[in-house]
């Protein structure tokens, strides 16, 4: 059985990798070709011509004003993935058409549904304004992660690997040792993770950025949207500063780090990642070491969760893992994506072909 999840939005790219040039990614198993129309919108369509598969996303495959024109024998499709002109006869058969896919443009990402179509109106898309709102700069990039995705929802449910993994980056031992707390919102689907650290050691990642010198408030609030969205709402002060009363908080530093978590195959993901700053906002020496500092962070990850992916490939069946309670956030992760995927493989037959890549 699949463990990706159907019927759902998923992150595909950034708006800023979709221009008037054809652009191919795989979702889910779906190898999908994206461009935008001359009036800027995003429009997604299969990424395999309907006469002998060529990809539309190479090279010679090209746009011609809101139309895509086959790089092989010139089969040429509009925005809708119709087919509009075949080479050598005026009839194009009635069944010439590409598979199309609700596209929304959203937060600076470029989601897509996979899934029937018909359903997409009634699955809410998650936010996350911060990065492309007033107020904010933003860091962002995409690693690729030859893990499967749920590897990589349990690295980011659990930051005590902070400690070990990020030593030097961002782990400081507070992390963890410091106990959560987790909440589940079983209506809305989303899961809560907080560690609230007093008296914490200020990792470079925040000391250099911030400025602060000495020990710091520090608090990770962690809100995750299953299947796709992580939000890691972060907030730094100097020890002993906290919020006012109603509210504001004027003396803290605010970090949203965005996580989204896109499925490329059952054992491969594209590891979306964003560091969004409420100071600082004009620094570009902050920008270019939070952009590199994250990006290490990510690239650490990648490393583990790699040998982590060739571990469970090559194990048997029935392999016992123990967990604690810092596994609370992610087992409730993993749970709540199981019935997703239960549900989504009830409603759609699963694609042995589409799956199997
Ligand atoms: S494969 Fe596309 S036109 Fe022949
Ligand atoms: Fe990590």
């Not at 899961?191 to 008296?199: E, F, I, W």
Request: glycine content about 8%; hydrophobic content about 40%; overall charge negative.
């Amino acid at each position: 059985m699949t463990s990706i999840v159907r019927n759902q939005w998923y992150v595909a790219a950034y708006g800023r990798e979709i221009g008037r040039e054809v652009f191919g990614r795989t979702i889910c198993g779906e190898s999908i070709l994206f461009w935008r129309r001359e009036d800027g919108s995003v429009t997604a369509m299969s990424d395999r011509c309907v006469h002998r598969r060529f990809p539309l996303s190479e090279k010679p495959s090209h746009l011609v004003g809101d139309t895509v024109v086959c790089g092989y024998h010139g089969f040429t499709y509009d925005a809708d993935g119709k087919c509009v002109a075949v080479p050598g006869q005026t009839r194009v058969p009635r069944t010439a058409r590409l598979k199309s896919y609700p596209v929304v443009e959203q937060d600076s990402f470029v989601w897509v549904f996979i899934g029937d179509d018909d359903r997409s109106d009634t699955v809410p898309i998650p936010r996350a304004p911060w990065l492309d709102q007033e107020g904010y700069t933003t860091v962002s990039g995409m690693e690729p992660l030859a893990a499967r995705a749920s590897l990589l929802v349990d690295n980011l449910m659990d930051l005590s690997h902070e400690t070990y993994l990020h030593g030097g980056y961002i782990g400081t031992p507070e992390v963890a040792n410091t106990p959560i707390t987790t909440e589940v919102d079983e209506d809305a689907q989303v899961v809560y993770v907080s560690r609230h650290m007093d008296d914490a050691d200020c990792p470079p990642f925040y000391a250099k950025s911030t400025g602060i010198q000495g020990r710091i408030v520090r608090w990770q609030d962690i809100e995750f949207h299953p299947p796709c969205l992580y939000l890691l709402h972060s907030r730094v002060a100097p020890v002993g500063v906290l919020p006012n009363e109603d509210g504001t908080d004027p003396n803290g530093f605010h970090v949203e780090v965005v996580y989204a978590i896109t499925p490329e195959t059952e054992h491969s993901t594209h590891d979306f990642w964003a560091v969004a700053r409420d100071f600082a906002l004009d620094d570009e020496g902050v920008s270019d070491f939070l952009r590199e500092s994250n990006r290490t962070v990510v690239l650490q990850d990648v490393v583990a969760l790699d040998a982590l992916e060739r571990v469970l490939a090559g194990e048997p069946d029935g392999y016992q893992e123990l967990s604690i309670n810092i596994d609370t956030g992610g087992l409730a992760a993993r749970r709540i994506i199981a019935a997703q995927a239960a549900a989504g493989a009830e409603q759609v037959p699963e694609s042995p072909a589409a799956l199997a890549r």
